[in-house]
């Protein structure tokens, strides 16, 4: 099902994409920034609520934040201005002067593109979605013309997958992510969430949010959720206000093999999101900064999938060069349940 949306400021028109499924569960999406717009899943007695942080009105998606967006060319954080390939420094356009702290892409990254849709591909039955985008060489600074897509799919077990492909024309990092963040109350806050992962080390980092290189074991730390606990057990012992940490997540291969490695419980609603993807890392981050405005502090949690920020600049790191006739080719999952 598709619908208007409104308008950009240059008067292209961005739509929204429903897809759902027989067990009552619906996502909405759009082709600005190929958005995850919301949602909505059952609880144990049926009712439907949306369970992301969600955008009510396309001005609200214009006014700034990443709410359900999908992040490029390189999500998360690149230190030092920007990388080197094969001897050639590239700088990138969009950094912190105080922190040369470049991060999301930049302010015109991937999540501020009108994205292209593959009609073919809004089809009830296959319930999915295709955006795709061409990255113009240079763009933000970032080296070579790159082609990526996402498909969105809704199955019949209430899993909605999220497939990322890339390709380019000249060697450059690819890094893709979705910024949704949950809710599965649907209102208030995620403190009384229960949170399990499968996650024993978290990555170091300095007072800008930058990677030193070392892996830390969780165990004994505020990050330790390899037991399940309540996300608010100890977020004030947290720096900042409370998670922004990306977690290891064990058991990765380039070829790309799905690995389950979170489950998130709402226990007043029975809503249960578990995570899965062929990714390296997770970053989760607790919405620190939010006034409550239109949300309050603390009110969703990201599970941001991804290889490891600043991972351009760390050679320890698994690889996000990306070169040509190479494919990046990789998935995460979210699956929904409730009893």
């Not at 990050?223 to 990765?252: A, M, N, S, W």
Request: charged letters at 20%; hydrophobic letters at 30%.
């Amino acid at each position: 099902m598709v619908s208007k949306w409104g308008k950009l400021p240059d008067g292209r028109e961005v739509n929204l994409f429903r897809i759902s499924n027989s067990n009552g569960v619906i996502a909405t999406l759009s082709n600005y920034g190929a958005l995850l717009v919301s949602v909505e899943i059952p609880d144990e007695e049926g009712n439907l609520t949306d369970v992301t942080l969600s955008y009510q009105s396309l001005e609200e998606a214009l006014a700034g934040g990443v709410n359900g967006s999908v992040i490029g060319r390189f999500a998360n954080r690149i230190d030092g201005g920007g990388f080197s390939i094969d001897g050639k420094k590239f700088e990138l356009e969009t950094v912190n002067k105080k922190t040369n702290v470049h991060i999301h892409g930049g302010k015109t990254g991937f999540h501020r593109q009108l994205w292209d849709v593959d009609i073919n591909e809004v089809n009830a039955q296959n319930e999915s979605v295709r955006f795709s985008l061409k990255s113009p060489d240079g763009h933000e600074g970032y080296p070579g013309e790159v082609d990526v897509s996402v498909r969105y799919t809704l199955t019949e077990n209430n899993i909605l997958r999220l497939d990322y492909m890339g390709e380019t024309n000249a060697p450059t990092h690819l890094n893709l992510t979705n910024h949704v963040y949950f809710n599965l109350a649907g209102s208030g806050n995620v403190l009384e969430h229960s949170l399990k992962l499968e996650a024993e080390k978290y990555l170091e980092i300095d007072k800008r949010k930058i990677p030193t290189g070392n892996f830390v074991p969780v165990n004994g730390t505020p990050l330790d959720f390899t037991t399940t606990k309540q996300i608010g057990q100890d977020i004030e012992r947290i720096p900042d206000g409370g998670y922004d940490h990306c977690f290891v997540v064990p058991g990765y291969r380039p070829e790309g093999s799905l690995r389950a490695f979170a489950t998130l419980s709402d226990p007043e609603s029975g809503r249960t999101l578990e995570i899965a993807t062929t990714l390296p890392g997770v970053q989760i981050y607790t919405a620190n900064h939010f006034k409550g405005e239109p949300y309050p502090q603390w009110g969703g949690i990201c599970f941001e999938t991804q290889f490891y920020p600043d991972t351009p600049n760390k050679p320890q790191f698994p690889t996000s060069l990306l070169r040509p006739g190479e494919t990046f080719q990789h998935a995460t999952e979210f699956r929904f349940s409730w009893e």
